[in-house]
């Protein structure tokens, strides 16, 4: 189940997995929820151009593969969105200054921030290769 879980490509594939363990053992663990949660902010880094997520107790940085991502206006009007606690280097790293005290929050934060990334990304309608 963990290999189909890693092989599972987009939001469907991992709940319709996420769904058939219910069915078999009942609830999730909270480990195992934690990791399909993992696994989506995984798919939505990849498909926002994510080389790397650094998550410290100051905040977060988010580097792009090749310092590129799809859609820099979206990206400036989505660091303009969040008011304050966001800005983007010139070296096109992202720093999030909001820290996300306790590991559940973290992944909540996480999957937000990635989630909005990756939208931005396919609204723009250029996909990248990492």
């Keep these: 189940l963990y290999r189909r879980l890693n092989d599972a490509e987009g939001k469907e594939e991992l709940d319709a997995l996420a769904a058939e363990m219910i069915d078999r053992f009942g609830a999730l663990p909270a ?3 934690n990791l399909v949660k993992l696994l989506e902010i995984k798919q939505q880094a990849i498909a926002a151009n994510i080389a790397k997520i650094d998550v ?3 905040g977060t940085l988010v580097s792009f593969h ?7 206006a ?3 009007a989505y660091v303009e ?10 070296d096109m790293k992202l720093v999030i200054t909001r820290a996300w005290g306790d590991p ?3 992944l909540n934060g ?3 921030l990635t989630r909005g990334l990756s939208g931005i990304v396919a609204r723009s309608g250029r996909q990248q290769a990492a």
Excluded at 66 to 72: E, H
Excluded at 81 to 90: D, S
């Design 31 to 33: 480990p195992t929820a």
């Design 56 to 58: 410290g107790a100051a």
């Design 66 to 72: 090749n310092d590129d991502f799809a859609d820099p």
């Design 74 to 76: 979206g990206l400036l």
């Design 81 to 90: 969105r969040l008011k304050g606690t966001a800005r983007l280097r010139p």
């Design 104 to 106: 559940q929050s973290r």
């Design 110 to 112: 996480l999957y937000q």
